[in-house]
């Protein structure tokens, strides 16, 4: 997938390129997975501050798809967690 392609040699810093790559990363996965990736960081990002750092895989796109966002089709919004 291509994204910018030669605008980013204008993103203002090296670090705003990595974390607009970090970005596209999280939203691609979320493609791939078939998950809505709005849905995906609304939800992460409520829920990342109580999850423990060494069970960070639990909530990578496919897994987050299996254990919270089961029967939210695609480009649907899941409910943040609680």
Same mark, same amino acid.
């Given at each position: 997938? @291509? =994204?910018?392609?030669?605008?980013?040699? !204008?993103?203002?810093? /090296?670090t705003g390129? /990595?974390n607009a790559? =970090?970005?596209?990363?999280i @939203? @691609?996965?979320?493609?791939?997975?078939?998950v809505?990736?709005f849905?995906?960081l609304?939800d @992460?990002?409520?829920r990342i501050?109580? $999850?423990p750092a060494?069970c =960070?895989h /639990? =909530?990578? *796109?496919?897994r987050?798809?299996q254990? !919270?966002?089961?029967?939210? *089709?695609? $480009?649907h919004h &899941?409910q *943040?967690? &609680?």
């Open positions: 997938m @291509v =994204i910018g392609r030669k605008d980013w040699m !204008f993103a203002g810093s /090296e390129t /990595e790559a =970090i970005l596209f990363s @939203v @691609v996965s979320c493609k791939l997975a078939g809505d990736s849905a995906y609304r @992460v990002l409520t501050h109580a $999850h060494d =960070i /639990e =909530i990578a *796109p496919r987050w798809k254990r !919270f966002g089961a029967g939210t *089709p695609n $480009h &899941a *943040p967690a &609680a």
